[in-house]
């Protein structure tokens, strides 16, 4: 008897133990100075303590109720642009969605854009490529990474380095075709060769929607468009396209239209770009239905504005639908979907969490608003994240 009480207390003071040291964390944020705020927004930014002098400054900057400054001379740390931009952008950049690439072509855009405060909404649109000044480095090649990999294996500094260009001018494109990263060779080569081009489309919607093909799901729409390569009847079972197959080919089908005239060309290396002329991989397999739709060009529809999708807040001032994959870049971007997925990815990456409570919910709707008000500025949406989450 003597044995079970004893039980009872040795657990009980456990217990205790145990949530006051949960607790600690929490009561070292909320009574946390200065230096120890700088330092812990420093290393959610850069990734790695701050030396004296700027964690000195930084200090003196939330001490006078001015963290943004600080969070501002972070993001002046290389490491910024190294490491913590290199890895949130990585996984955008190849199907296994995994950090372990080199640098490349479609990583180091998105870097340069977010060093240079370029429009993020034109991530999926601009004729824009990023490349280094770096003295040794080889030239930008359409036909291989050489480049990026020589500033990776080097640690070159991309803060310091990288330089905007264009990609009509390295890749050859016309402007009208470039659309952004998902015109870069990397995101050529990942996502265009083979197939039929939805993996494309499929990767575009995970890495700037937060949606796979799974989320976006609505049988509702008009098939019209499903292309003649998806059978009406897999294994002879017309119940599987009603039920399963049309749900995601009736809104991707018409949009990755967009991408008819693209290629990636294993044996050259490089992406093809054939104006006015449809890729052969749209017409493959056209005996599984013949009915189905045959694409002529590169016209586009977005069907997602109507039925479950339209939570996706596409805006209203673009007509829905376009030729190429530059206005469907554009249609995809000036969404709330679009603003909503870039700051729960910067939440996660500086908070080393997804929002998980009204406040966290809160918070990541008011950074959006802003991102959205000053001009889709992504540094702002680290800063503001990275602030948030300094005492939370």
């Known amino acids: 008897m003597r044995q079970r009480k004893y039980d009872r207390q040795t657990h009980g003071l456990a217990v205790v133990a145990g949530a006051l040291l949960l607790a600690l964390p929490v009561a070292e944020a909320a009574f946390a100075g200065p230096r120890e705020q700088a330092k812990q927004l420093h290393d959610r ?23 943004q400054a600080a969070a501002q001379l972070a ?11 290199k890895n949130f952008v990585a996984p955008w950049t190849s199907r296994d969605r995994t950090v372990f690439v080199p640098l490349n072509d479609y990583t ?10 370029v429009d993020f909404s034109t991530v999926l649109s601009a004729d824009l490529l990023y ?44 402007v009208a075709a470039t659309a952004g990263v998902m015109t870069t060779r990397t995101a050529a080569a990942a996502f265009f060769i083979n197939g039929t081009n939805r993996a494309m489309f499929r990767f575009t919607m995970i890495n700037f929607m937060c949606r796979d093909l799974e989320q976006l799901q609505d049988a509702s729409l008009p098939p019209d468009r499903i292309r003649q390569d998806v059978s009406r009847s897999p294994g002879g ?22 991408f008819a005239y693209y290629n990636f060309d294993g044996t050259t290396g490089r992406l093809s770009y054939t104006a006015g002329a449809v890729q052969p991989k749209y017409l493959i397999n056209s005996d599984n239905f013949k009915f189905g739709y045959v694409t002529t060009d590169d016209h586009w529809n977005n069907y997602y504005r109507h039925g479950a999708n339209q939570v996706l807040g596409f ?7 376009g030729s190429g ?27 080393l969490r997804d929002p998980s409570n009204g406040a966290d919910r809160q918070k990541v709707s008011e950074i959006k608003a802003t991102f959205k008000s000053t001009g889709y500025k992504m540094k702002q949406v680290f800063a503001d994240a990275a602030i948030y989450c300094m005492g939370n």
């Open 325 to 351: 994959a530059k206005s469907m870049g554009q249609e995809l971007a000036r969404s709330d979907g679009f603003a909503q997925c870039q700051v729960e990815k910067v939440f996660r990456t500086v908070c």
């Open 45 to 67: 930014l850069a990734g790695v303590p701050p030396s004296n002098s700027v964690l000195n400054q930084m200090a003196a900057d939330i001490s006078a109720s001015n963290p």
């Open 237 to 258: 079972d017309s119940r599987v396209f009603l039920n399963s197959c049309i749900t995601c080919h009736d809104g991707m089908d018409p949009l990755a239209q967009a």
């Open 108 to 117: 180091a855009t998105v870097i340069g854009m977010v060093r240079d405060d």
């Open 131 to 174: 490349v280094s000044t770096a003295s040794g480095a080889p030239a930008y090649s359409p036909v291989n990474n050489d480049h990026y990999q020589y500033l990776d294996d080097h640690n070159v500094d991309l803060k310091a380095t990288l330089k905007a260009s264009t990609q009509s001018g390295l890749l050859g494109l016309p």
């Open 315 to 321: 805006d209203n001032s673009l007509p829905g639908s």
């Open 75 to 85: 993001m002046d740390n290389k490491n910024f642009y190294n490491v913590t931009l």
